[in-house]
């Protein structure tokens, strides 16, 4: 989930979803970011509430993201300067498996389920054709960025990264902030800048949480629809052939892609490498059913 969360359309939640941990990973946020938490601490004391937010789960779960993000913010950029096509190939083979993992548990795909399917569908496209925004490093904005990215964060072919990349903050967050302030340059500034996103991110998780656990418990069949249609109107975001339309100058003083468009690999204005990229696909389409598979096999 954490090297996921760092590649603009690729979502943490997507993977959490094809792992089957989705509602136990959005309940356990609503209870440490609730009152569930503290109710069961001054009832039975403290082993009650680390039961309560499902603690050992969360513990090795967040390690295993702090851990992927500090590799994908230092690594996955290596990955897509020198084989772009494989690796969204494969994060599209990746979603197109999980859109049919999910939609197949949505009973009965009724009229109503259909419409809220097509409106998932359009409100994530949308969201990968919007023109980014010019950033803003005011502390409010960095504060209501990491809300908004983390809510992201949680559902299924939205983002958090790709957010961050429309308000104009991923280079200023993740490589301004965390590449370089935190992990090389170890500034205070930017350990501070890192604090206010972060206490951003924890507002959005705490309302964004309830919110989906709600709508799980209540409408779980027309939530899963939703998160169908994000899932496949997100695949826009990771075609393997994109051609750039606009590029900007990084802090590095780099140019980099900005602004890009799908096409098809005849007019790919790079190498389109159909074979490698269609064994990329495969791959990605085979990790879902392998990871369901083996989820099956649990005792």
């Given at each position: 989930?954490?090297?996921?969360?760092?590649?603009?359309?690729?979502?943490?939640?997507?993977?959490?979803?094809?792992?089957?941990?989705?509602?136990?990973?959005?309940?356990?946020?609503?209870?440490?970011?609730?009152?569930?938490?503290?109710?069961?601490?001054?009832?039975?004391?403290?082993?009650?509430?680390?039961?309560?937010?499902?603690?050992?789960?969360?513990?090795?779960?967040?390690?295993?993201?702090?851990?992927?993000?500090?590799?994908?913010?230092?690594?996955?950029?290596?990955?897509?300067?020198?084989?772009?096509?494989?690796?969204?190939?494969?994060?599209?083979?990746?979603?197109?498996?999980?859109?049919?993992?999910?939609?197949?548990?949505?009973?009965?795909?009724n009229?109503?389920?259909?419409?809220?399917?097509?409106?998932?569908?359009?409100?994530?496209?949308?969201?990968?054709?919007?023109?980014?925004?010019?950033?803003?490093?005011?502390?409010?904005?960095?504060?209501?960025?990491?809300?908004?990215?983390?809510?992201?964060?949680?559902?299924?072919g939205?983002?958090?990264?790709?957010?961050?990349?429309?308000?104009?903050?991923?280079?200023?967050?993740?490589?301004?902030?965390?590449?370089?302030?935190?992990?090389?340059q170890?500034?205070?500034?930017?350990?501070?800048?890192?604090?206010?996103?972060?206490?951003?991110?924890l507002?959005g998780?705490?309302?964004?949480?309830?919110?989906?656990?709600?709508?799980?418990?209540?409408?779980?069949?027309?939530?899963?629809?939703?998160?169908?249609?994000?899932?496949?109107?997100?695949?826009?975001?990771?075609?393997?052939?994109?051609?750039?339309?606009?590029?900007?100058?990084?802090?590095?003083?780099?140019?980099?892609?900005?602004?890009?468009?799908?096409?098809?690999?005849?007019?790919?204005?790079?190498?389109?490498?159909?074979?490698?990229?269609?064994?990329?696909?495969?791959?990605?389409?085979?990790?879902?059913f392998?990871?369901?598979?083996?989820?099956?096999?649990?005792?």
């Open positions: 989930m954490g090297i996921a969360e760092v590649i603009p359309g690729v979502s943490g939640g997507t993977i959490a979803f094809i792992t089957g941990i989705y509602e136990r990973l959005i309940n356990a946020i609503k209870s440490i970011l609730g009152l569930e938490a503290i109710n069961a601490l001054r009832k039975d004391g403290i082993a009650a509430a680390w039961k309560t937010i499902d603690g050992g789960f969360l513990v090795f779960l967040v390690g295993g993201m702090a851990a992927g993000i500090v590799t994908g913010a230092l690594g996955i950029s290596y990955l897509l300067e020198n084989y772009p096509e494989m690796v969204w190939a494969f994060f599209f083979g990746l979603i197109v498996a999980s859109a049919l993992y999910i939609g197949r548990q949505v009973r009965p795909w009229i109503g389920n259909v419409v809220i399917l097509v409106v998932g569908i359009v409100i994530a496209y949308w969201i990968t054709v919007a023109s980014p925004a010019s950033g803003n490093e005011s502390p409010i904005f960095i504060f209501f960025a990491g809300a908004i990215a983390i809510s992201a964060l949680i559902l299924p939205i983002s958090g990264s790709f957010i961050l990349l429309l308000l104009g903050m991923y280079q200023f967050i993740l490589h301004d902030t965390l590449k370089e302030g935190v992990l090389e170890q500034s205070s500034g930017a350990f501070l800048t890192l604090g206010i996103f972060a206490l951003g991110c507002l998780l705490a309302t964004f949480s309830r919110v989906l656990s709600w709508t799980f418990k209540h409408y779980k069949n027309p939530t899963l629809a939703l998160l169908t249609g994000f899932m496949i109107g997100s695949l826009n975001k990771v075609w393997p052939w994109r051609n750039v339309l606009q590029y900007r100058t990084n802090s590095d003083g780099e140019q980099e892609p900005f602004i890009e468009q799908s096409v098809l690999p005849a007019s790919y204005e790079g190498e389109a490498q159909i074979l490698a990229v269609v064994i990329a696909m495969i791959i990605g389409f085979s990790v879902v392998l990871l369901d598979r083996m989820d099956r096999k649990k005792p």
